[in-house]
């Protein structure tokens, strides 16, 4: 049985190889941060389908939406790692595949197998490839810019952080109890709160934006990455599991670490181009 100390030892350990290989990646080159989201999103993909396997009981319907969620990765990040011909054609036919082959399982036939298979691309495959979408969609690295996907990096940690902090001090109003008993109101507010203090000064290490945009990416990032989080926890519950996998020793699958970021990126991809930023 593993004692306290090597929990935390293993916990540290991990987040620091998780930390320096995300901010790595996403530093170095356009490429590496297209590399390194491709493979996200295929062992997120691997992930989501292996929990799900008692209710998405064809195998068929597992290759269709791998697939097309790899596709929809491509599609909506522009295929910056490599072009793949006539990809708008076929990307939004892979959302309705899934049911053809549940119309040959006989009695065991399931709308809810069919949708809980074309779900996997857009929980994961969509999110994803627009985190790539407002990063830079030529693979030129002149026109690459880090800045927004950091941005929200920094504010869901910060988020998370401050979150914790602030409910463990001052916090007496549980947020939503059946799925996540420690979570309060009051501390939901400390994060969104310190991630838009941090996120004034933002333009003075990313720059890209002002103060007052970077402000409004956090707190919508905040925002959205908590929900994002109770929607995992949703998720988690109704299939009985702790986890959503073991990739990351101590801190469980990659759903568990980027069901915030995911749950986020639609919401400010939208006012990124509302606000005429993108």
Known sequence: ???????????????????????????????????????????????????????????????????????????????????????????????????????????????????????????????FGLMCLMSGHDAHPETYRPDLFLGMLFSVWINDTFAYLTGSLIGKTPLAPHLSPKKTIEGTLGGIAAAMAVGFVYPYFLGGMTSLQWMGLAALTALAGTIGDLVESLFKRN????????????????????????YAAPFVYAFLKIAEIL
């Open 1 to 127: 049985m593993e004692t306290k100390r090597s929990v935390f030892v293993t916990r540290t350990v991990t987040a620091a190889g998780f930390v320096a290989v995300m901010m790595g990646c996403v530093s170095f080159h356009v490429y590496t941060f297209g590399m390194l989201l491709f493979a996200v999103v295929i062992f997120s993909l691997l992930e989501y389908y292996r929990v799900l396997q008692p209710r998405i009981h064809a195998y068929q319907q597992v290759l269709i939406t791998v697939l097309g969620g790899l596709l929809f990765f491509l599609h909506f990040s522009h295929a910056f790692l490599f072009p793949v011909p006539h990809l708008q054609e076929l990307v939004y036919c892979m959302l309705l595949l899934p049911f053809v082959p549940e119309l040959f399982q006989g009695e065991k036939a399931s709308m809810l197998s069919a949708a809980l298979a074309s779900m996997g691309i857009l929980y994961i495959a969509l999110p």
């Open 239 to 262: 299939l009985g599991i702790k986890d959503s996998g073991t990739l990351l020793p101590g801190h469980g699958g990659l759903l568990d670490r980027f069901d915030s970021l995911m």
